[in-house]
């Protein structure tokens, strides 16, 4: 019965990780299209401030902008899955590090453009550790439960039925030896 419990619980288990990875299989390709949006319309005055700077002023610009912010990391737990949850720090707006000779708008729109997709991107990021988290966690699920179908259920039902006829056995004998006593003292 615990067996059987236990196999139960791997079951409702696997259907509710199952659940889990279809909707953050959604909210990843949903977070896939912003982000692919707010990136290409980055990359697109990045490509305009190439072209009106020229390549060596444009890579002197971007060397001088200072590191991508941090992203603060928590986590959500799911059925006893560890999700990681990334967000983007707070809202900011583009601050140029570089001096406005030798520049361009669009190079000022790009630098506005990327840090506006740094947060798509990190849900994005975020949605496929999930998914693939999730991932993993379904195929141990499923192994564990194949393991308990196909072997420990069966070897568990062995043993019962042979402690069974053990069982019976020793009451068969228990039986013989009762009418063997019986039998002695009638005789006496």
Same mark, same amino acid.
């Given at each position: 019965e615990a067996a059987e419990g236990g196999r139960e619980l791997l079951d409702?288990?696997? #259907?509710?990780?199952? !659940? #889990?990875?279809?909707?953050?299989? !959604?909210?990843?390709?949903?977070r896939r299209t912003e982000a %692919? #949006? &707010?990136? *290409? @319309? %980055?990359? &697109?005055?990045?490509?305009?401030?190439?072209? $009106?700077l020229g390549a060596g002023?444009?890579? &002197? @610009?971007?060397?001088?902008?200072? @590191? %991508?912010?941090?992203l603060p990391a928590s986590a959500l737990h799911v059925a006893g899955v560890r999700l990681p949850a990334l967000r +983007?720090?707070?809202? /900011?707006?583009? %601050?140029?590090?570089?001096?406005? *000779?030798?520049?361009? +708008?669009s190079l000022d729109e790009a630098g506005a453009g990327f840090l506006r997709a740094l947060d798509p991107v990190v849900q994005l990021a975020s949605a496929d550790a999930a998914v693939r988290a999730l991932g993993a966690a379904l195929a141990r699920t499923a192994r564990l439960l194949n393991a308990v179908d196909r072997i420990v259920l069966p070897e568990l039902g062995g043993e019962i039925r042979s402690v069974e006829a053990?069982?019976? #056995?020793?009451? /068969?004998? $228990?039986?013989? /030896?009762?009418r063997w006593r019986v039998g002695a003292k009638e005789a006496r």
């Open positions: 409702r288990k696997r #259907e509710v990780l199952l !659940r #889990e990875l279809q909707a953050w299989t !959604r909210t990843r390709e949903s %692919a #949006e &707010a990136l *290409g @319309a %980055a990359r &697109a005055r990045l490509v305009e401030a190439r072209v $009106e002023a444009l890579e &002197a @610009a971007c060397l001088a902008q200072p @590191a %991508a912010p941090d +983007a720090a707070a809202a /900011r707006t583009f %601050a140029p590090c570089y001096g406005p *000779g030798g520049t361009s +708008a053990a069982l019976e #056995e020793e009451e /068969r004998d $228990e039986a013989v /030896r009762r």
